[in-house]
């Protein structure tokens, strides 16, 4: 992949370039320091002032964030549409969770991943989605760098973390019938050609991981770990910034309290002769209920974007060949074989169930403020499966789905297809390149396009 880095923009003169670089420092040190933890803040109008330099006259705009959320096996084809624009976009039974945000959404028909296609079912139409690379078949793993890592090395000088890469189901090992390695069935986000970016599927981990918490002290409280800097910051920011750090550290206490719950050692201490404290974190199987785990997931990309800890990130919800079950849907059969019955009633409200997960990350960061608008407002959240059909395993086009404005730069509201206007020009890339252009990654190319997404 070949990207051009432009320098800044040539409208700004030294001075007031300087002055946004100060403003960009003192927004990554505004963070809260206690034993054993580092709480990073959200955006606040007034963080000149918390910082405590002058920076009269510049303008600091919030962050724009990106984040993937996949689902494996395809979706319900006949339950997947939508008609009109704005308040007025008629959706069809599978989207309805995104009805309250269906102006904040734009549902895109029709494109398609290229190399995932005649190259046989599952890995190989699966460990491209986000790269659009052409696999290696074998032992040897290569493919390409995700769209995910390219915005994340773009990102990595000025956050904490360069990307959340999240999941809700451990991957699997091995070679498929079509001899792609399952490794491909198992991960989107791609680093380099070679190697998948580790995935995160403990969601008390990836809840560390936001606040630098570590050893023993990870079961402390992390806001009684920051109550005496809490308490001095609730007298120096605005009142709206108090109204918006309040709401943050409720969010905080909140995942905190289902993290713990879920982390929960059911084997009594004693019994193993040694304390709780220095026991392995539980195995598989915790959350044992997956609606939890993927709320909580959810949860922590929430939390690592209101506080510009991560501007990226991604969300394997279910991976490939998954074998997660739904009991709490009537569903009595695995994902990866109810998938083939995707005409039946019972895959359409396990579809309807992964657009509710997106549904509610997106109402999640819509309740953020952020100035005048929202987290979501200057976000973009992209919802993808690797297939259409998974009776046919037709990747012949993708479903996919995006909410939030990227900061204005994204016009939302609508329903876009380009079923009909030739392979060339419906490539997924070219929404991937669109979206690196519009978050200030000037590439030429990326995957198999060369050219946006036109009238995105």
Same mark, same amino acid.
């Given at each position: 992949?070949?990207?051009?880095?432009?320098?800044?923009?040539?409208?700004?003169?030294?001075?007031?370039?300087?002055?946004?670089?100060?403003? &960009?420092?003192?927004?990554?040190?505004?963070?809260?320091?206690?034993?054993?933890?580092?709480?990073?803040?959200?955006?606040?109008?007034?963080?000149?002032?918390?910082?405590?330099?002058?920076?009269?006259?510049?303008?600091?705009?919030?962050? %724009?964030?990106?984040?993937?959320?996949?689902?494996?096996?395809?979706?319900?084809?006949?339950?997947?549409?939508?008609?009109?624009?704005?308040?007025?976009?008629?959706?069809?039974?599978?989207?309805?969770?995104?009805?309250?945000?269906?102006?904040?959404?734009?549902?895109?028909?029709?494109?398609?991943?290229?190399?995932?296609?005649?190259?046989?079912?599952?890995?190989? %139409?699966?460990?491209?989605?986000?790269?659009?690379?052409?696999?290696?078949?074998?032992?040897?793993?290569?493919?390409?760098?995700?769209?995910?890592?390219?915005?994340?090395?773009?990102?990595?000088?000025?956050?904490? %973390?360069?990307?959340?890469?999240?999941?809700?189901?451990?991957?699997?090992?091995?070679?498929?019938?079509?001899?792609?390695?399952?490794?491909?069935?198992?991960?989107?986000?791609?680093?380099?050609?070679?190697?998948?970016?580790?995935?995160?599927?403990?969601?008390?981990?990836?809840?560390?991981?936001?606040?630098?918490? &570590?050893?023993?002290?990870?079961?402390?409280?992390?806001?009684?770990?920051?109550?005496?800097?809490?308490?001095?910051?609730?007298?120096?920011?605005?009142?709206?910034?108090?109204?918006?750090?309040?709401?943050?550290?409720?969010?905080?206490?909140?995942?905190?309290?289902?993290?713990?719950?879920?982390?929960?050692?059911?084997?009594?201490?004693?019994?193993?002769?040694?304390?709780?404290?220095?026991?392995?974190?539980?195995?598989?199987?915790?959350?044992?209920?997956?609606?939890? *785990?993927?709320?909580?997931?959810?949860?922590?990309?929430?939390?690592?974007?209101?506080?510009?800890?991560?501007?990226?990130?991604?969300?394997?919800?279910?991976?490939?060949?998954?074998?997660?079950? /739904?009991?709490?849907?009537?569903?009595?059969?695995?994902?990866?074989?109810?998938? *083939?019955?995707?005409?039946?009633?019972?895959?359409?409200?396990?579809?309807?169930?992964?657009?509710?997960?997106?549904? /509610?990350?997106?109402?999640?960061?819509?309740?953020?403020?952020?100035?005048?608008?929202?987290?979501?407002?200057?976000?973009?959240?992209?919802?993808?499966?690797?297939?259409?059909?998974?009776?046919?395993?037709?990747?012949?086009?993708?479903?996919?789905?995006?909410?939030?404005?990227?900061?204005?730069?994204?016009?939302?509201?609508?329903?876009?297809?380009?079923?009909?206007?030739?392979?060339?020009?419906?490539?997924?890339?070219?929404?991937?390149?669109?979206?690196?252009?519009?978050?200030?990654?000037?590439?030429?190319?990326?995957?198999?396009?060369?050219?946006?997404?036109?009238?995105?």
């Amino acid at each position: 992949m070949k990207m051009e880095y432009l320098p800044p923009s040539p409208s700004l003169n030294p001075e007031t370039r300087t002055m946004n670089l100060r403003v &960009q420092k003192l927004d990554r040190r505004t963070v809260l320091k206690g034993i054993g933890v580092t709480m990073a803040l959200p955006w606040f109008e007034a963080i000149p002032l918390v910082g405590g330099e002058s920076t009269a006259g510049s303008i600091v705009s919030p962050p %724009q964030r990106f984040a993937a959320l996949f689902m494996g096996n395809g979706i319900s084809p006949k339950n997947w549409w939508a008609k009109g624009s704005g308040t007025d976009m008629e959706l069809s039974k599978s989207l309805q969770p995104l009805a309250p945000l269906r102006t904040k959404l734009n549902v895109i028909n029709g494109l398609f991943n290229k190399n995932a296609t005649g190259v046989g079912i599952h890995p190989g %139409q699966t460990g491209n989605i986000l790269s659009g690379a052409a696999l290696q078949k074998g032992a040897v793993l290569h493919g390409g760098v995700s769209v995910d890592q390219a915005l994340a090395a773009h990102f990595e000088e000025v956050t904490a %973390q360069p990307s959340l890469v999240l999941g809700c189901e451990q991957p699997i090992t091995g070679y498929h019938e079509t001899n792609f390695s399952m490794a491909y069935s198992s991960h989107i986000s791609w680093k380099d050609a070679d190697a998948p970016v580790p995935m995160e599927v403990y969601p008390s981990l990836a809840f560390d991981s936001l606040f630098e918490s &570590q050893g023993s002290r990870r079961t402390a409280s992390i806001l009684d770990r920051v109550r005496e800097q809490t308490a001095a910051l609730q007298h120096k920011v605005s009142h709206a910034d108090k109204a918006k750090l309040d709401e943050y550290l409720t969010s905080v206490r909140d995942v905190e309290k289902r993290v713990e719950r879920a982390r929960a050692v059911k084997t009594k201490a004693d019994e193993r002769g040694r304390p709780v404290r220095s026991m392995p974190r539980p195995a598989n199987g915790l959350p044992e209920d997956i609606r939890e *785990h993927m709320r909580l997931m959810c949860d922590v990309v929430a939390l690592a974007f209101q506080t510009d800890k991560t501007r990226v990130a991604t969300l394997l919800l279910c991976r490939d060949l998954s074998g997660l079950f /739904y009991p709490f849907l009537g569903v009595r059969t695995a994902h990866h074989p109810t998938s *083939h019955e995707d005409q039946s009633d019972a895959y359409e409200r396990v579809a309807r169930y992964y657009v509710g997960q997106l549904a /509610y990350l997106a109402g999640r960061l819509a309740a953020m403020k952020e100035g005048e608008a929202t987290v979501l407002d200057n976000s973009c959240l992209l919802f993808v499966s690797n297939m259409w059909s998974g009776s046919r395993h037709d990747s012949s086009k993708l479903p996919v789905l995006l909410l939030g404005g990227l900061g204005g730069k994204l016009k939302t509201g609508r329903v876009l297809d380009y079923t009909e206007r030739g392979n060339e020009n419906r490539r997924l890339c070219s929404l991937y390149l669109s979206l690196l252009n519009r978050m200030g990654v000037k590439a030429e190319r990326f995957g198999d396009a060369t050219t946006p997404l036109e009238g995105l």
